[in-house]
């Protein structure tokens, strides 16, 4: 049985162990809640792995170690021979019938790799263990502990030093065969061994004599730490590590609709968790009234297909743009409808739709927070305008102090909140809400003043003002 982890936003694993239960010759195996992501094995098909929706990536289990020294020196020799101690022949199993999957894709230049995948399945085999290069990848967080003795690239390069002295393996940060990934929460380590590469990876049909490949490297930003023991240091001590982009490296990048985004778009996985919670069904009129680049609308459609009705809308030209690219991108799967305005004034008629779910504005990347507490409570009355009463839900995610106040105390007689957790996304703890529509009847719909910050988008010519606020 294959071993693998799957990984998802922090949060919502349930999702994931929901469609985990359901794959053929799996079991879950339970025991690592720190991480956002759970572990298992399976005899499925790689192409059943493959589609996964509600994992981020998934990647080949290596090793899984509680109780790090967090002292420098202790921690650093502790990472080292635990990497010098790892069995490598089942994952290089598992790794090769990816990779063969994936460069079959390219040379038969099949647009979608699943396909390929159709039909090999995961078997208990190992491989031999070649020569080739790799580089790891050192990411580190502290969520209850105060500080680690050691950083990121002192974890990556300890990491390195194990495996170069296991396997003699050079560690190439540009141009590697197999790339590992440590990841330290606070004081538990977890290897993995990456299965999808972004375009900079090695030809590792032939590794013993692969050459080198040219291949562009994009300036993406990250705050990972890609290091392989003494050489990476060396690379790095000569500058700045060009580092590609894992942008396409990732299983969700794969969907139809994934064209076009926005620089607050949601990941395509975590739109799929928080879909499970909406209980969506046949005949549904799905909206996100601040829909970015179209995620939450496309994923349903993308899922789901024509048996519901997809809706987006956003008052930023560049979104409404992206989000047109996705859906056309996406229209095979299912219809889904993109619109330009204000979810402060949404042109719906009252109790038109059945599921709301929506990320509302949170961070830095997206308005300040002294908007947000002023937008939020109004979209929060048009989702109880437009929601039809006794059947609609909504699941709500926002980082706004007021929005729990909102739903349960100023729209008491219209919302009942289900559930309320936390998603932890890139670095942000975001508040996840599931409200019910009860039955009792909308207010009726007040005209709200544009908000200063809107009217100055509009002097500017990002905001378009609705030419009604309700079509009743
Ligand atoms: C967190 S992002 C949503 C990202 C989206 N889920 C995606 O995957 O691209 C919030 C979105 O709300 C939009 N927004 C902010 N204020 C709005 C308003 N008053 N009306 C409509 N959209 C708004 C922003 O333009 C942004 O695209």
Known sequence: MAHYWASCAGGLQFALVKELENLEGTSIIPGIDTYGGVQFRTTSPLQKVAELRSADNVYAFLSHEKNIPVDKEVGV???????????????????????????????????????????????????????????????????????????????????GDGIHELHGWPADMRSYNVEVLAWIIDDELLLLLALIY?????????????????????????????????????????????RPSRADAQLYSRRPYRKALVHTSLKPSTAYGILQLADVQPGDIVLD???????????????????????????????????????????????????QWDASMLPLRTASVDRVICDMPFGNRCGNHKVREVLCPRVVKQVVR??????????????????????????????????????????????????????????????????????????DGQFIKPSSPEIA
């Open 386 to 459: 437009v929601l039809r009463p006794g059947s609609g839900v909504a699941v709500l995610m926002a980082q706004s102090k007021t929005m729990k106040e909102e739903i349960v105390v100023n729209q008491k007689a219209y919302l009942s909140l289900q559930q309320h957790f936390y998603v932890h996304m890139e670095g942000l703890k975001v508040d996840v809400f599931v409200v019910h529509r009860t039955t009792e009847a909308a207010p009726t719909q007040q005209i709200v003043k544009p908000s200063k910050k809107m009217v100055k988008r509009k002097r």
């Open 198 to 242: 972004s375009g900079n990876k090695k030809n590792t049909t032939n590794l013993q004599n692969s050459s080198k490949i040219d291949e562009p490297h994009s300036n993406h930003a990250s705050e990972e730490q890609e290091l392989g023991g003494e050489q990476a240091n060396l690379t790095k001590k000569k500058g700045r590590v060009d």
């Open 77 to 159: 020799a502790f990472m080292q021979s635990l990497a010098s101690k790892i069995d490598w022949g089942p994952v290089m199993q598992l790794h090769k019938q990816w990779q063969e999957a994936e460069e079959t894709c390219s040379t038969s230049r099949t647009s979608d790799p699943l396909l390929t995948m159709n039909g090999i399945t995961n078997t208990d085999q190992t491989c031999e263990v070649t020569q080739m290069s790799f580089r790891v990848t050192g990411n580190r967080i502290c969520m209850n502990m105060k500080k680690h003795g050691y950083t990121s690239m002192d974890v990556a390069a300890a990491i």
């Open 289 to 339: 009234p601040m829909c970015g680049c179209g995620t939450i609308p496309l994923e349903a459609s993308d899922w789901l297909g024509s048996r519901i009705m997809g809706l987006g809308g956003d008052f930023i030209n560049t979104a409404i743009e992206a989000s047109r690219v996705n859906s056309v991108a996406g229209e095979s799967a299912g219809p889904c409808d993109i619109v």
